[in-house]
């Protein structure tokens, strides 16, 4: 459990070796390489915007290419695909496929054109089908769809938004205009929406015929045609059939691309990794015949960062340790502990004059969750099968892998505490024994019958209660002993006493007192001797001078006192942090009383063959559902008593975490080793 120690590194080499040393740097990702500022006339920096733009617009291409594409081809993804991790790529391939860029280009282009006639197709069949769906109700019309007039005859071709007859028409129109007498309605169509009509009035009357049709809800068609409905209806159809024929054709098109897909996920990789190094060559600066680099590099792999540089490309490497408030963090912890660095990077990341408490969290962490964990069974399976994933599926990505090796660690504290409280699959052996056996359950140490205690039994739940208070008193007084450390370490001895002794004395002698009482001695089960009410007392009383006359520093004695007497207040947040640890019990009981209550459900169905399938059943959905419910709740839980109890007490964080320069790619692992 440490910090690394970070060294500042100055690359110095030709000019005509930077494109390659930038893509070793990148492959072995172990540089945060920095802007360098030189003002010397004679650097300069080169302008790579137009070329990253260049870059990103193919990658965006050819990412576009490939979505399209598994649009219309469904691939099939092999089983738990996501444990597979990127494919590894070694250097020399990948500079082979490199070679396919434009070819690659040309077929993203053209899938991408091939789908935009699609789309085009689409948008004019959707017209077509509107224009026939309009024409139907008008396909029995053997004239025209548009309003005519002949010497002395004008024609009206239209509807109304609603159902009529032609009673109630001709009833409407008379109402209007009783004087119309030169006319003649013929009924084309009705549905419930609309009636479709076919009128013809004598010139002399039209406009009024006109008028009054309007007035009664008459519109005209959305469209007109030169010949009949049914004609037209014919012709539209003959498109429809042409233009699903030329998209049928753009998808054959793009489906027989079908093997490409790998290409271009290559060639997406590709692009983004040259963006990201021409984003790189601005932090470069240059001379006429050399370049030089400046970043940060862990010491650890700084010399065989040199020697390599040195012997390939015949650069020269300056080393120095670095110094500031901007020199970044990168944690190195053994394979116990390493697992939970995520948990902690993901709060923040520590300060560089701190120490790492990756390796005193982990410790917590693991009996934490294995408490609220608490089932034998479940803490197996969930070990067993982080292990078999691990193990099967060596290109998983880092950060998945180390999440499984935490839940690994997790899985074996679970099983712990599964065994010292005798739960297995909560009491499962026992319920088949007696539902199945009609027999007493075998004695089994931690399967049957509990190694410590039984948590749901008698005085079980009191007494995990006390263990879980006692655990959070541990837990608090390990963040103020590390407190106390970075305070020594930067030489702030007194600080140690005020902020972090002081709080010691006032919980742990406070504690010893209320354990020497009868009321707690009840709860604890056992009860210290009344010499320890003397001694806590004295150890509290020491305590609560120390955080009222010292914990604040300020020269005036007013403000100090009234500031101290503030901070003494903050013992009630101490009362509400052990009370926090309470979760361990609810939680603990809850997943193992859970369990118990599906055992139950299953033996319901007796002990046939019936029962014995109904059991499985409710026993296979039971748990799975109570492994996956309480290991989330485990986990959320086991994560805020770190965040907030254990934290809050110490850690400062806001360190910059390192972040070397990478392959950042999303389908092909591309590395180099030092």
Not at 76 to 103: F, H, I, M
Not at 563 to 577: E, F, H, I, M, R
Request: net charge neutral.
């Amino acid at each position: 459990m440490a910090i690394l120690q970070m060294q500042r590194i100055n690359i110095y080499a030709l000019t005509k070796h930077c494109k390659s040393i930038l893509e070793a740097l990148q492959r072995m990702g172990v540089v945060e390489i920095e802007k360098l500022d030189v003002s010397d006339s004679i650097f300069y920096r080169e302008d790579t915007g137009s070329l990253q733009a260049s870059y990103k617009r193919n990658a965006a291409t050819v990412k576009n290419a490939s979505e399209i594409l598994t649009s219309f081809v469904k691939y099939k993804k092999p089983l738990l695909s996501s444990l597979q991790g990127r494919k590894v790529l070694g250097k020399e391939d990948y500079y082979k496929q490199a070679e396919d860029y434009t070819r690659i280009l040309n077929v993203a282009y053209g899938i991408i054109r091939d789908n935009k006639k699609i789309a085009e197709s689409k948008a004019k069949l959707v017209a077509l089908q509107s224009r026939l769906e309009s024409l139907l109700p008008w396909q029995t019309l053997d004239v025209p769809l548009k309003s005519y007039s002949t010497a002395s005859t004008t024609t009206f071709v239209g509807s109304f938004p609603e159902k009529l007859n032609l009673e109630l028409i001709l009833t409407e129109l008379n109402s209007i205009a009783p004087d119309l007498s030169l006319y003649d309605i013929e009924i084309v169509s009705v549905d419930e929406h609309q009636t479709c009509i076919f009128a013809v009035c004598a010139n002399s009357q039209a406009e009024d015929f006109s008028d009054a049709l309007r007035k009664i809800g008459f519109i005209l068609p959305i469209f007109s045609t030169s010949v009949s409905p049914m004609e037209a209806i014919e012709d539209i159809k003959e498109k429809i059939i042409k233009r699903e024929k030329t998209i049928d054709e753009y998808k054959s098109r793009i489906i027989a691309q079908k093997d490409m897909l790998s290409s271009l996920q290559f060639f997406e990789d590709y692009f983004i990794m040259k963006a990201e190094q021409y984003e790189q060559v601005d932090n470069l600066t240059y001379s006429p015949h050399t370049f030089v680099m400046t970043g940060y590099i862990a010491q650890r792999d700084a010399q065989k960062l040199s020697d390599y540089l040195l012997k390939n490309f015949d650069a020269q490497v300056e080393l120095e340790d670095a110094t500031g408030e901007d020199v970044p963090v990168a944690l190195s912890n053994n394979k116990f502990t390493e697992p939970v660095e995520g948990v902690l990077l993901s709060y923040s990341a520590p300060h560089r004059k701190e120490l790492d408490p990756t390796g005193i969290m982990a410790i917590f962490y693991y009996v934490f969750f294995g408490m609220m964990f608490s089932d034998a069974g479940y803490g197996l399976v969930m070990s067993l099968g982080c292990a078999v994933a691990v193990l099967a599926f060596k290109n998983m990505e880092s950060s998945l892998k180390r999440s499984l090796k935490m839940f690994f660690w997790c899985g074996i504290s679970t099983l712990f505490w599964g065994l010292m409280f005798g739960s297995f699959f909560g009491d499962a052996v026992a319920v088949i024994s007696n539902t199945f056996f009609g027999a007493q359950p075998p004695v089994i140490p931690g399967i049957t019958t509990p190694i410590w205690f039984n948590p749901t039994e008698g005085a079980g739940p009191t007494k995990l209660l006390m263990f879980s208070f006692l655990l959070g008193i541990i837990h608090l007084f390990a963040g103020l002993l590390l407190q106390a450390v970075n305070y020594i370490r930067n030489g702030k001895w007194l600080y140690a006493i005020y902020d972090d002794l002081s709080w010691m004395l006032l919980v742990g002698g406070a504690v010893l007192a209320l354990l020497s009482t009868e009321m707690l001695a009840s709860m604890a089960g056992f009860r210290l001797s009344s010499v320890w009410l003397t001694i806590g007392g004295v150890m509290a009383l020491i305590g609560a001078v120390l955080i009222l006359f010292c914990s604040a520093r300020n020269r005036n004695p007013f403000k100090r006192l009234i500031k101290g007497a503030y901070n003494l207040y903050g013992v009630t947040s101490y009362l509400s942090d052990i009370l926090s640890y309470s979760r361990l019990l609810a939680l603990g009981l809850a997943t193992g009383v859970v369990a118990q209550v599906f055992n139950q459900l299953g033996s319901m169905f007796g002990s046939g063959v019936i029962g014995v399938i109904g059991f499985i059943v409710v026993f296979i959905i039971g748990h799975a559902l109570n492994i996956g419910i309480n290991a989330l709740g485990a986990y959320v839980h086991t994560n805020r008593l770190q965040f907030v109890e254990f934290f809050g007490k110490f850690y400062e964080g806001g360190g910059r975490e390192f972040k070397p320069y990478a392959v950042n790619t999303k389908y092909y692992n591309i590395k180099e080793d030092i």
